[in-house]
Nanobody
Framework: QVQLVESGGGLVQAGGSLRLSCAASGSIFRINAMGWYRQAPGKQRELVAAITSGGSTNYADSVKGRFTSSRDNAKNTVYLEMNSLKPEDTAFYYC???????????????WGQGTQVTVSS
């Protein structure tokens, strides 16, 4: 069993910053890519940032230059530093990880429960 738990969401004014964290725990052999997705009301879930086990990152065009993802492999934790937040960044943010559980020969995709980020104008 693998669990992902996010933290760090909240309410912030436009131009402000927030830092999200997502810790993976459980029977983990290896974590491959980890990522952050978001879903606003009435919209589809979209990829915000992805980071490989080696630290290579990929960002949605809408957040490039404002958001930074990093990870601590020793802690099985991924972070999302969000700066210069805009009202359009308001959404439920989900953590995703591609995890090989102990005793498994393949990876599975796991999701956290999500955390709300609200940016007021």
């Amino acid at each position: 069993q693998v669990q992902l738990v996010e933290s760090g969401g909240g309410l912030v004014q436009a131009g402000g910053s927030l830092r999200l964290s997502c810790a993976a725990s459980g029977s983990i052999f290896r974590i491959n890519a980890m990522g952050w997705y978001r879903q606003a009301p009435g919209k589809q879930r979209e990829l915000v940032a992805a980071i490989t086990s080696g630290g290579s990152t990929n960002y949605a065009d809408s957040v490039k230059g404002r958001f930074t993802s990093s990870r601590d492999n020793a802690k099985n934790t991924v972070y999302l530093e969000m700066n210069s937040l805009k009202p359009e960044d308001t959404a439920f943010y989900y953590c995703n990880a591609d995890v090989v559980p102990r005793g498994s020969l393949r990876a599975y995709s796991y999701w956290g429960q999500g955390t709300q980020v609200t940016v007021s104008s």
